[in-house]
């Protein structure tokens, strides 16, 4: 910007003066209603350098992140087969799977499935940790070995329980059937609707609980003892206490481990595939693994991809929930 | 360093020359003797091996992989190419195929099944070359497989050989009961099968999931065609649940019934994948059951006590005849491939009488014949249940029976709509004529989606 001689008077804007330098050197420039006050004003004064700063990460993020989520929604109002150009057909894949009656099953499997998975965590995970937080002998080794399914491997969990289920040869039912005797003849595990639900569930639930536990036992550990203290003098019972102690206090990692663990049930693939594909009868079919089927079974990768950005609004709707959630809770 | 350089600095110490001087003669000489190694890196390099990426097919049959990695690396160094072998199996082969062809990075060359030609068929070569002259000199190839490997006249995939199903039965217990082998599912296989179990035992008679799974498929799709019915009409349009209800209700009602209503099948038998039926029959829980070779050759391999007490006899059939679906590997050679030739030559290398013969002996049955002549080889002789391999190969029909193969047909089967169709039935609660109808429907979709690309 243009200076002027301090002992010049103040003059209207666009006046010739004879100063040197700035826009040039025999008119005063108008102050700039244009950008750079603007992002002087919103940035502050070293929004280049900012601008820098940040440009590498808008760039990965951009790259890594928004191009193939773009690339993603773009396939999927497209017919795509294996080496072919996309072909473009706007909604016409949301609109038929809509209409698509083992996609709705898989909808209402996957939601059966997250939403029962989640709960159960939920409730073995507070267990878990509410144990751990008493006074119990060894509770760095039980905290390491309750850990274990959530360290092993989800491929060889679940092949694992592929065996264990197994009708004739799985431990499952020879330990009901001949060692305990609870059950005249062994079930089919995995191969009723209901039984077959509840197995990925079981797999699922014992794979994800000490995640729950050990968030939950963080959380309980920094709640301080005094609140404890002092609701037990006040007449506290157990109950009362960590109904009125320690929930609130773990509040918030509680909402955290339930959106994460929503969203990582919902997309879970593995389990699901590797037990039942599926099956039987399509009585497991969860997204992921439709999405998988479509895009390699079927090769159409348009409507695969469709497929997995369908249920994305429901789980958006459900962060945007828990995020508001929590963040009222901060603010009282 | 270097002798110019040394002297010129002698020089410009000397000051016989001036530091201008110097920097520019330097520059000369640097600039020179760089400009020369490149010249020489790149002619080393226009020497060094030509390079070949090559995907394999990684089967159960261990011995057979070792011997076409073997054969491989001879013809390598025979040729004095640098060979890059990736192996891929069943469960994860299409993803890697996927995944390639879509980054644009697929391998020089890839062992395929029957499907990849017309499944890839954009990003493959015309190898109607050397499928005619290796076709030629064999006998000419069977007609399923030649069905499978030429589209729109042209070949996409040069033949290698065929898996089949067959139908095992435990002689042992065959024998003990009096009984000859069964031709037709109903009612003989019921009746053997009722005949030969012992539920109290967990020995069931007959073990054939109609669960999701490349089995049950499999079987579903030819049940329906033994019943005389089918699930494509000889144009290749859908005739599930239309011109072909009656027959297909009658199958699914049979394929039902052995487990629903005449007992002959393991309580879990809906929870299996395609490996449950052999590891039920090697643990003797089972006295039937339809399998590929490979389930024969991890018994003999193993010298499982099993193996010499199976007998391997045709598939049965229905009232309309025995339907078999075989498979037919094959080689295949990318479009984006530099070294087209170079593949060329390594097939023709493979696909040779004597090294093939040596990848057959070692699978036990598991490399079926797909050419005329190689039908003939006495090797088929040496084990009498090689016989029941052959002849289901020799009589094998292709997805889309009676129609032509399409990739509709293909899709029907990947996205295992057949067992859905039936597993909709046994532990859904819906009755045949719903579950037919229903899957009608999905083929109707998919059919009307593949009519539109």
């Known amino acids: 910007m243009a ?11 666009g006046e010739r003066v004879g100063v040197r330098g700035g826009f040039h050197p025999e008119v005063r420039p108008k102050p700039r209603p244009g950008l750079e006050p603007a992002l002087r004003r919103v940035f502050g004064p070293d929004y280049r350098m900012g601008f820098l700063f940040v440009a590498p990460i808008v760039v990965l993020v951009l790259a890594l992140v928004a191009y193939p989520f773009g690339y993603a929604v773009y396939l999927s109002m497209t017919r795509k087969y294996v080496g072919m150009p996309p072909v473009w057909v706007g909604f016409e894949n949301y609109v038929r799977l809509t209409y698509d009656g083992f996609f709705q099953r898989a909808v209402v499997n996957s939601f059966t499935f997250t939403f029962a998975s989640v709960a159960i965590k939920t409730v073995l995970g507070m267990g878990m940790a509410l144990v751990l937080t008493s006074k119990i002998r060894f509770r760095s080794f039980w905290t390491g070995v309750l850990l274990i399914p959530w360290v092993a491997p989800t491929v060889v969990s679940a092949l694992n329980f592929l065996w264990i289920f197994d009708y004739s040869l799985g431990v499952l039912n020879y330990l009901l059937v001949h060692v305990f005797g609870v059950l005249a003849h062994g079930v089919g595990w995995l191969s009723e609707p209901s039984t077959a639900m509840a197995s990925v569930i079981g797999v699922n639930v014992w794979r994800g609980f000490p995640f729950f536990g050990i968030s939950f036992l963080a959380g309980m550990k920094a709640i301080p003892g005094e609140l404890y203290e002092a609701a037990a003098v006040d007449g506290a019972t157990v109950l009362q206490r960590f109904r009125y102690v320690t929930l609130p206090g773990i509040r918030n990692i509680v909402m955290i481990v339930l959106l994460l663990s929503t969203i990582w049930t919902f997309n879970d693939f593995a389990i699901v595939y590797i037990l039942t594909k599926g099956g039987p009868g399509g009585a497991t079919m969860v997204l992921p693994v439709l999405t998988y089927e479509i895009a390699f079974g079927a090769q159409r990768l348009g409507e695969a991809i469709a497929v997995a950005l369908y249920m994305l609004p429901a789980l958006a709707f459900v962060i945007i929930v828990l995020s508001n959630y929590m963040r009222r809770g901060r603010a009282r | 360093m270097d002798t110019r350089l040394k002297h010129l600095a002698e020089q410009l110490d000397a000051g016989l020359i001036a530091r201008r001087e110097f920097l520019r003669k330097a520059a000369i000489v640097t600039g020179g003797t760089a400009a020369g190694l490149h010249a020489l890196r790149g002619m080393a390099r226009a020497q060094a091996k030509a390079k070949l990426r090559v995907w394999l097919f990684k089967s159960f049959v261990t011995a057979g992989n070792d011997v076409v990695a073997k054969h491989i690396e001879a013809w390598a160094k025979e040729k004095n190419v640098d060979v890059e072998m990736d192996w891929a199996t069943f469960g994860d082969r299409e993803q890697k195929f996927v995944a390639a062809i879509e980054a644009g990075n697929p391998p020089d060359m890839a062992e395929m099944n029957i499907y990849g030609p017309m499944r890839y068929k954009a990003a493959l070569r015309d190898v109607t070359k050397v499928a005619s002259d290796v076709a030629g000199s064999k006998g000419g190839l069977l007609p399923f497989a030649e069905r499978a490997m030429k589209l729109d006249g042209k070949f996409l995939g040069v033949a290698r050989y065929s898996m089949t199903t067959v139908f095992f039965i435990r002689k042992d217990i065959m024998e003990a009961k009096g009984l000859k082998p069964p031709k037709v599912y109903d009612p003989e296989v019921v009746e053997f099968a009722k005949k030969t179990q012992d539920p109290s035992k967990d020995l069931w008679g007959f073990g054939q999931t109609l669960n999701r799974s490349d089995d049950g498929d499999g079987f579903m799709d030819a049940i329906l065609m033994d019943y005389g019915g089918g699930v494509w009409d000889k144009d290749g349009k859908p005739a599930l649940g239309t011109s072909f209800l009656k027959q297909n209700m009658a199958a699914l009602q049979f394929s039902v019934d052995t487990i629903k209503k005449y007992g002959i099948q393991p309580p879990g038998v809906m929870g299996w994948n395609d490996v449950s039926n052999n590891e039920s029959y090697m643990a003797g829980k089972l006295v039937t059951t339809n399998n590929g070779a490979s389930l024969y050759y991890a018994m003999v391999s193993k010298k499982h006590e099993l193996a010499h007490k199976t007998l391997c006899v045709l598939t049965p059939g229905g009232p309309a005849g025995s339907y078999v679906g075989s498979s037919c590997y094959n080689w295949a050679v990318f479009q984006k491939s530099q070294k087209p030739d170079l593949c060329e030559d390594l097939i023709r290398y493979l696909e040779d009488e004597k090294r093939f013969t040596e990848y057959v002996q070692v699978s036990v049955g598991q490399a079926g014949p797909v050419y005329r002549g190689r039908v003939d080889n006495p090797y088929w002789k040496s084990d ?70």
């Open chain 2, 384 to 453: 009498p249940n090689f016989d029941a391999m052959v002849q289901n190969i020799l009589r094998s029909v292709n997805i889309g029976h009676p129609g032509p193969m399409t990739p509709a047909a293909a899709e029907v089967r990947g996205q295992k709509i057949l067992t859905d169709m039936a597993g909709r039935v046994v532990v859904g609660g819906l009755s045949p004529e719903a579950a037919l109808k229903e899957a009608h429907a999905r083929v109707e979709e998919v059919f009307k989606i593949r009519s539109k690309a």
């Open chain 1, 3 to 13: 200076t002027v001689q301090p002992s010049s008077p103040p003059l209207p804007s």
